[in-house]
């Protein structure tokens, strides 16, 4: 009997207010997009990196697919520069 089994996968999105909309970056992979709201630019990105991790293998993937008992923690800060 032919099945396929589905994986979730935990991956983290940095999302920064941009004229006309915001842009959605994933750090873990690299992957980015963007959307007029927030909330098109989270599906967005969803969608991004589900179409990147289409051809990577499990071996890759194995990082993400363990469950997080903690979230991670994004801070801002500013530095001054001369």
Same mark, same amino acid.
């Given at each position: 009997?032919?099945?396929?089994?589905?994986?979730?996968?935990?991956f983290?999105?940095?999302?920064?207010?941009?004229?006309?909309?915001y842009?959605?970056?994933?750090?873990?992979?690299? %992957?980015s997009?963007?959307?007029?709201?927030i909330?098109?630019?989270?599906?967005?990105i969803?969608?991004?990196?589900?179409l990147?991790?289409?051809?990577?293998?499990?071996?890759?993937?194995?990082?993400?697919?363990r %469950?997080?008992?903690?979230?991670?923690?994004?801070?801002?800060?500013?530095? %001054?520069?001369?």
């Amino acid at each position: 009997m032919w099945y396929h089994q589905f994986m979730k996968y935990a991956f983290s999105a940095v999302f920064t207010r941009e004229d006309g909309g915001y842009s959605a970056l994933c750090p873990e992979l690299g %992957v980015s997009s963007q959307g007029n709201t927030i909330e098109e630019a989270e599906s967005n990105i969803k969608e991004a990196v589900t179409l990147y991790i289409e051809d990577m293998t499990h071996s890759e993937l194995a990082p993400y697919a363990r %469950v997080q008992k903690e979230k991670p923690l994004l801070k801002t800060f500013e530095v %001054v520069h001369a």
